[in-house]
């Protein structure tokens, strides 16, 4: 399974990006699909998740700033990232959530400036 997150780059503090997730095979049967990030120095952590029916987690401080969603029948999940901090950058992975992941990916750089 290959798993190609795309959409990033520099913005600055306030700004918006949308980060798509484009996977090589269907995500419908998938239970619970997330994003993560991996800042400098630090270890990747879970960001948000959601489920084959919508139904959403967010890590706490991404809480009222990130959507996440997916389209099955794209086979792709999204995340929508408003009101940007400098802290969140980092590089940007999707994956599964529970059981044995997938291969990571080269993941998406989002580099927010103060």
């Known amino acids: 399974v290959q798993l190609q997150a795309s959409g990033g780059g520099l913005v600055q503090a306030g700004g918006s990006l949308k980060l798509p997730c484009a996977v090589s095979?269907?995500?419908?049967?998938?239970?619970?699909m997330g994003w993560y990030r991996q800042a400098p120095g630090k270890e990747r952590e879970l960001v948000a998740t959601v489920t084959a029916v919508g139904s959403t987690t967010y890590a706490e401080s991404v809480k009222g700033r990130f959507t996440i969603f997916r389209d099955n029948a794209k086979n792709t999940v999204y995340l929508q990232m408003n009101s940007l901090k400098p802290e969140d950058t980092a590089v940007y992975y999707c994956?599964?959530?529970?059981?044995?992941?997938?291969?990571w990916g080269r993941g998406t750089l989002v580099t927010v400036s103060s």
């Open positions: 994956n599964t959530v529970r059981g044995a992941k997938w291969a």
């Open positions: 095979r269907s995500i419908i049967s998938i239970g619970v």
